[in-house]
């Protein structure tokens, strides 16, 4: 049994852990952590000592996992913590993919870490990866508090670089980047004067959901409204 670690006072979370629901179909039984911090540090600033103090104090169970890379990033610095997004590659086989993405162009945002997870997915599911200029560029959240503009600026040009590159939606593993690029993206279009209404982001978590035929629940809580399914 897996621990899966997850901040429930923050609803962007929510894009991410569904990844028990694709664990539980290669295999791997899991739960979530009903352990919230009492703050949303990853939407304000924060101090990283703060946070490393009140991780060391919960996170005592074993086999934990980080649902996604913002927070595995920072807790594997106080101890072992594995990658729900790579438990689940190594243990997804052939016979679990239920729909395969060969008629999609997939463009992969690595920013904040090198995605390989996304990458590797993509490519046993058969999805046409693009390349695109900007996949490597800071997505803005770092200085959103000090120049908003600017932040919006920087997410608008790697969406619309996607965009216009040819792909049909953008993957994340981070959230961070997720609420800049769909959390966001009024103010994105607006402060690129583009529409950009019929792309739109997923996580990794929901990727890897409806690879395996499940139809995730956060698609519908999503700003760019996911036309995959209709």
């Known amino acids: 049994m ?42 304000i600033d924060y101090d990283p000592k703060d946070i490393l103090q009140e991780y060391a104090a919960m996170l005592k169970e074993d086999n934990i996992l980080a649902c996604e890379y913002s927070s595995y990033e920072i807790i594997q610095k106080i101890e ?25 162009n997939i463009g992969v ?5 090198d995605a390989k997870c996304s990458l590797e997915l ?36 790697i969406v619309l670089d996607a965009y216009d590159s040819g792909c049909d939606f953008l993957i994340v593993e981070n959230f961070y980047s997720f609420y800049m690029f769909d959390k966001c993206a009024k103010e994105l279009q607006a402060v690129s ?17 409806l690879a395996l035929g499940i139809i995730p629940h956060t698609l519908k809580k999503h700003k760019l409204k996911v036309s995959l399914v209709g």
């Open 2 to 43: 897996y621990n899966i670690y997850t901040n429930s006072n923050n609803d962007l979370f929510c894009h991410f852990d569904i990844i028990k629901d694709a664990l539980e179909v290669v295999g791997i039984k899991s739960t979530l952590c009903e352990k919230p911090l009492g703050k949303n540090y990853f939407i």
């Open 80 to 104: 072992k913590v594995q990658y729900a997004p790579q438990i689940f590659l190594e243990n997804l086989k052939t016979e679990h993919i239920k729909h395969y993405f060969k008629q999609f």
């Open 193 to 209: 004067n583009r529409n950009f209404e019929d792309f739109y982001i997923l996580s990794f978590a929901e990727f890897a959901n």
């Open 109 to 113: 945002y690595q920013g904040f870490c």
């Open 122 to 157: 993509a490519k046993m599911v058969d999805a046409n990866i693009i390349d695109f200029e900007r996949k490597y560029k800071s997505c803005g959240y770092g200085f959103l508090n000090l120049n908003a503009k600017l932040a919006f600026e920087c997410a608008a040009a």
